[in-house]
């Protein structure tokens, strides 16, 4: 008899009763219907010229890493906020390549595969999986040990703008090649990286420039070019008229990329693309743009390049190009409400200067990192970490080391990813070839990263760093919470402990009551003084277990809680 | 029958038809699933409320040797409670004069005053010596799981996945107003849910401020309406919230009393039909080092307000109880992580110490002192204790036995080594398992109770009964037959019929067996 029969109505009514996991699916219940109608900050992009103190060093590192480490933030504290920019203009680990961890990836552990055949002739065995694990370990990896630069973020950010996904290009070294591209280009000029992309096997193969031939042209990538890559689509203005610009001019610039394909037999090496260019499959007619391209006309040649770099200039000439990544750009870093005065005093003088710079995007990252809009108050800790921001912020946090040897140095990393995954953001594999929607999707937006799923996901991981850690192959990655206790400025007091703990972990001040709540989780009916002794008695016997252990279980429990309040799903 | 008897053996029922929201169905079949449905409700129909009075309490100024005043007078003439002012327990022993409440449901028979606990080799350090209290370990063994919580993985074998379930929708245990304590870690998982108040917009703790009205506000508020929405529990704890109350008068006004506070919120929740076994609530500021009691009035001060409020928690908790009908399926127990010194210091204090008592209480307890008084030294120094008399994982261990029914088996994975001390009425010795038919009959307590539209009642046919008649039959309170349950002849064994009163407005009924010429009757309480 089946369990349903025996209990009957009583199994019915236990079913309808709302009690157990309520309502999971519907995961945007509580996601915004409507855009937040809070006050929002009138500053622009003007300089900022208040307090530089340690709200705006953590805000500016919080916002361009994925998480300030307490190392990070004890070094920018004596800089002044040029040279904090400076440092986070910087670019760092740009070549970087993935590395084998295990031998079936065709090339021995601890060499990178990037320039090995894509299988052994003399094996069955296909090397991809492993290869994208690599890949995906590897490029959590940068971010996890990344330094104090923007450059991880505009990594990401990039791969957000100029998606490819694992699951359809399904080639390791072209998508390697594709990130490659992403790191030489992060700090330097989107044009460039535009014109990059296009030619890139990774991206051919994505957006099925392999198939778009002069007989049988395909728009798929002429579209995205426009709608996602560089001008951005505006409303509709007319039947196929998007405003910035028209389905006619989706086909024409199909016709422009006709003949170009990847090419595997290219090994990744500088300067050559792994692609080619078939003049039998180009066509070679003169192309007509539309009345909001000025109606211009891109003539026909043999070479490929020319007619691809004469298509980039004329999109790179609207300005509403330049503004349309300005846009993606706020929505990245500050926050993803933009309405007028933030179009009008952000949006056009941020574009402005990227146009003014031909494209170079650090003179614009400069101008908003040292705008009063980015350090107005009204911006500090608005942003919901993105997982992967979630997932590798933790470990910066505290400081986690990771293991010397490169396997299990790559499990730690691709435990990261796999986290990150399952809360939605799967690296290298986004969910289309818009990005990732929490940062286009209106009225949602970051809301769209947290549900009833993903938040008990976020709560379990930030427990396993902090108590447990996550062991592999005889390795615990853990937080050490004793040793970022005792690197506190302050930690025999209590109340210092809390503050300069809590400023480090939240981007959002907590209230009196929350402070005294965790100060009652680390010594519950105690007078102060008893957290002090307790420390002092840990400190001057730091060899022995029980005292340790006394003091380690109740940081452990401080941290966890902390991690698992809603503020630090904050940035 | 022992209660455990009654409780463990699997219910050998065969088929008996009773009435289910208005249906007809079959009754329980024996199977594996309904063992296990048998010792889920052994585990859940009783609970324990565990008292944590923060800080190190001074034991020797709770309960006070009535017969060793000259060496009290010795050793802390500056916090000495006057003997005149003592309330009395026997001839030889008694409480600090406020803890008036406490003192009258000991007169009742409610209150196990159990002498100096503790165990050997005393640690003085309060995270440590709370950790060895909590986790139920030696003075020198590092254990990650608590005593709460290995016993509620035993009852709840792999606990959470697959929970909350049809039998358990509720938290196995809550703490309230602060986190999980570690008493209730199990060994993977944390068996215990924390809250704060259920009668606040948010219940997870960390919540209690609104956040302001900007871009950041905006965005907590959303992650704080998922956290909230997500947690496991939540909605369960709101609707016992929303359909419990509190009746007793003797509840201090909302902020006086934080104990008295945290244990009405157990009460309304009860009430409210909840599920959950294991509540914890607790006490700060027992760390008494100075200022204890104010000089020349020593029955007034830090200390004497720390013990008025338990006492006024408690006594209030188990008025309402009483009130409300379920005083008979909740044990209290309280305790510190250690006791202070036997001689005060000159800050009118008394500095950490070791063994002292503390307090079992609830209708279902062996009322009375257990142990003798500590013998204090005619001139006790600065590093004199009290000496260990009985160990505190005995007393853990009758709850975990002889109040929850845990087999000795069991007990000895949660508490190896422990033998329960005699707390618990009907519990006792013997430890083995019963696995014979029952030997009288009996109408156990309707499970839940109060219940909110549905509820189990047991009753047990003896052996020697052989097949005999039984009506089972609920009446409303003006005498009113509501609803005929069992109506035929049953066998011996322990039967189970569940009853929903969908049809049926808020109010106490009667459920009444007729086995043969046995007659009894229980009162249950339906809650909407």
Known sequence: ????????????????????????????????????????????????????????????????????????????????????????????????????????????????????????????????????????????????????????????????????????????????????????????????????????????????????????????????????????????????????????????????????????????????????????????????????????????????????????????????????????????FVYYVIDEAVEANVIVPMANILRQNNYNVLPALRALFQSAHFYDPLNIGCMIKSPLEFAAGIPRIFSMPTPADIATKYKVFYYIATQSAAMQQDIADPPSVAGWPAYYQTPQFYELWINSDTLPRRATLSNTLVKNGYSTSGFKFVADVITFTANLPDSRNIDALIEESARIIFAVPLTATQKAFLKQTLIPGLPDYEWTLEWDLYLADPGNATKRNAVLTKLQALYAFMLSMPEFQLQ | ??????????????????????????????????????????????????????????????????????????????????????????????????????????????????????????????????????????????????????????????????????????????????????????????????????????????????????????????????????????????????????????????????????????????????????????????DTHAGQAVGGATDTGTHATLLSRVSVAISAFMNDAALQGFQDRVVGLTFSEFGRRIKSNASTGTDHGAAAPLFVFGSNVNGGVVGSNPVLPAAAGSNDNIAMQFDYRRVYAAIVKDWFGATATQLNAILPGQQPLPLIKGGGATGVEDTSLPVSFELRQNYPNPFNGETRIRFAVPADAGSVPVRLVVYDMTGREVAVLVDRAVGAGIHEVGFAATHLASGAYVYRLQAGAHVEARKMVLVR
């Open chain 1, 1 to 332: 008899m089946d369990r349903r029969t025996v209990l009957g109505g009583m199994l019915d009514a236990a079913l309808a009763d709302p009690s157990p996991h309520a309502n999971p699916s519907d995961p945007l219940a509580f996601a915004n219907t409507e855009l937040p109608n809070t006050p929002r900050a009138l500053s622009g992009l003007e300089p900022y010229t208040g307090l530089w103190g340690r709200e705006q060093i953590f805000h500016l590192l919080r916002r361009t890493t994925f998480g300030p480490s307490p190392v990070d933030l004890q070094a920018f504290q004596t800089m002044s906020m040029t040279a904090a920019l400076d440092m986070i203009l910087s670019t760092s680990a740009v070549d970087s390549k993935p590395l084998a961890t295990d031998s079936r990836e065709m090339v021995a552990v601890g060499d990178t595969w990037v320039y090995s055949n894509a299988r052994d002739p003399n094996s069955t065995f296909d090397p991809t999986g492993a290869r994208y694990t690599s890949l995906k370990s590897w490029w959590t990896g940068l971010m996890l040990q990344q330094s104090a630069s923007v450059m991880e973020k505009m990594v990401l950010f990039w791969h957000d703008h100029f998606v490819t996904q694992r699951n359809v290009v399904n080639e390791p070294r072209f998508q390697w090649r594709y990130i490659d591209l992403l790191r030489q280009h992060a700090l330097g000029n989107w044009k460039d990286l535009a014109r990059e992309m296009t030619l890139t096997g990774a991206m051919l193969r994505y957006l099925n420039g392999n198939v778009n031939t002069r007989t049988n042209p395909n728009e798929n990538y002429g579209r995205e070019l426009q709608e996602l890559f560089t001008i951005g689509k505006g409303p509709l203005a007319g039947p196929g008229d998007y405003t910035t610009y028209t389905e006619a001019d989706v086909k024409a610039a199909a016709k422009v990329l006709t003949g170009w394909q990847d090419d595997s037999t290219v090994l990744p090496q500088p300067g050559v693309r792994p692609s080619k260019f078939t003049l039998s499959r180009h066509d070679t007619s003169a192309k007509q743009f539309s009345a909001r391209y000025g109606n211009r006309t891109i003539a026909g040649s043999t070479d490929g390049i020319t007619e691809v770099n004469a298509l980039l200039d004329m999109i790179f000439e609207q300005e509403e190009t330049a503004k349309h990544l300005c846009r993606k750009l706020y929505r990245w």
């Open chain 2, 1 to 286: 029958m022992k209660r455990r008897t009654f409780l463990r053996r699997a219910i050998p029922v065969s088929t008996i038809p009773f009435l289910l929201g208005g249906h007809t169905l079959q009754a329980f079949g024996r199977s594996p699933f309904l063992d296990g449905l048998a010792s889920l409700a052994a585990a859940t129909d009783r609970v324990l409320i565990l008292i944590q009075l923060n800080g190190g309490n001074d034991g020797l100024n709770m309960v006070i040797p009535r017969d060793q005043y000259a060496a009290l007078a010795a050793a802390r003439s500056n916090i000495m409670i006057a003997e005149s002012r003592v309330l009395a327990l026997t001839a030889a022993t008694g409480l600090h004069p406020a803890m008036t409440g406490l003192h009258a449901l000991y007169n009742e028979g409610k209150v196990a005053v159990v002498q100096s606990v503790g165990y050997p080799s005393p640690n003085f350090s309060h995270f440590r010596a709370t950790d060895i209290w909590l986790t139920g370990s030696d003075s020198n063994q590092i254990l990650s799981s608590g005593w709460m919580g290995r016993y509620l993985d035993q009852a709840y074998p792999g606990f959470p996945t697959g929970y909350p379930t049809v039998e358990m929708p509720d938290p196995l245990a809550i703490q309230i107003g602060s986190l999980v304590s570690p008493g209730l870690q199990g060994p993977s998982v944390s068996m215990g849910l924390a809250i704060t108040n259920p009668n606040t917009t948010y219940i997870l703790p960390g919540a209690e401020d609104t956040p302001p009205n900007t871009p950041a506000g905006h965005e907590l508020t959303f992650v704080r309406d998922v956290a909230e929405q997500t947690s496991l529990y939540g909605a369960a704890i709101r609707n016992a919230a929303s359909k419990g109350k509190t009746l007793s008068t003797l509840w201090p006004t909302a902020g006086s009393n934080s104990l008295a506070d945290q244990m009405k919120i157990v009460a309304q929740l009860m009430s409210g039909g909840l599920r959950t076994g294991i509540y914890v609530v607790s006490l700060g500021g027992f």
